[in-house]
């Protein structure tokens, strides 16, 4: 998608083992975001950043770390890879004019199809 | 925990005819969106609702949204085969930049 990278787009990687997967962007928008996709549940919220060392944690953080120290890049650490983290990593960002809520839709990257093994 | 809950869950139509799809949420929102995937791709957003909007149109889509419901609606009028894809509605609460994502429902759009 125009504007926002994902890498890698695939991954197989061995249980606790470490996987960084990278998101960049060239609109810099201030809102980033990982979701993590699996059928049955939707996108579900990792983590978030609302600027440069500026993250917080969503709602299943538990085995995620992120950081951003730039606005264009937006990393997401699995520290210790497990079978249950195999899943389609999405990077999202956003703008936002006004307090608060997003007043624009996000703008998805490709994702990254990991799996655990 | 989702913040939107899709309904159907799949839903098979002809092509030519329209589609419309449910949505319902849990806590008070600010705004209301729906997005497509498409399969093996990223989401793509397709409209915004706010909380004191009742109705929207873009193109062949219209939302509406009842927030004494808690529910929303995305109709798709006479539908293409390129509408085949997966429907999600994600809201967002005051204050919050956070988009809550529903399960989403699975559009086929049958030639």
């Given amino acids: 998608d125009a504007g926002i990278t994902q890498s890698p787009r695939h991954k197989v990687t061995e249980t606790g083992t470490p996987v960084t997967l990278r998101c960049h962007q060239t609109e810099n928008h201030r809102y980033?975001?990982?979701?993590?996709?699996?059928?049955?549940?939707g996108l579900r919220l990792i983590h978030y950043s609302y600027g440069?060392?500026?993250?917080?944690?969503?709602?299943?953080?538990?085995?995620?770390?992120?950081?951003?120290?730039?606005?264009?890049?937006?990393?997401?650490?699995?520290?210790?890879?497990?079978?249950?983290?195999?899943?389609?990593?999405?990077?999202?960002?956003?703008?936002?004019?006004?307090?608060g809520s997003p007043n624009y839709g996000y703008t998805f990257g490709s994702g990254t199809r990991l799996t655990v093994v | 925990s989702q913040q939107g809950e899709e309904d159907p869950q799949a839903l098979s139509i002809q092509e030519g005819e329209n589609a419309t799809m449910n949505c319902s949420y849990k806590t008070s929102i600010n705004n209301l969106q729906w997005y497509r995937q498409n399969s093996g791709r990223g989401l793509v957003h397709l409209i915004?609702?706010?909380?004191?909007?009742?109705?929207?149109?873009?193109?062949?889509?219209?939302?509406?949204?009842?927030?004494?419901?808690?529910?929303?609606?995305?109709?798709?009028?006479?539908?293409?085969?390129?509408?085949?894809?997966?429907?999600?509605?994600a809201g967002s609460r005051r204050g919050n930049e956070k988009l809550t994502f529903g399960t989403?429902?699975?559009?086929?759009?049958?030639?």
């Fill in chain 1, 52 to 99: 440069v060392k500026d993250t917080d944690k969503g709602e299943v953080s538990d085995g995620y770390s992120v950081s951003r120290s730039k606005t264009e890049d937006f990393l997401l650490t699995l520290e210790s890879a497990t079978s249950s983290q195999t899943s389609v990593y999405f990077c999202a960002i956003s703008e936002s004019i006004g307090q």
């Fill in chain 1, 32 to 41: 980033m975001y990982w979701y993590r996709q699996d059928p049955g549940h």
């Fill in chain 2, 48 to 89: 915004l609702i706010r909380s004191n909007e009742r109705e929207k149109h873009s193109g062949r889509l219209r939302v509406t949204l009842d927030t004494s419901k808690k529910s929303s609606s995305l109709l798709i009028t006479a539908s293409r085969a390129a509408d085949t894809a997966s429907y999600f509605c």
């Fill in chain 2, 104 to 111: 989403g429902t699975r559009l086929t759009i049958i030639p």
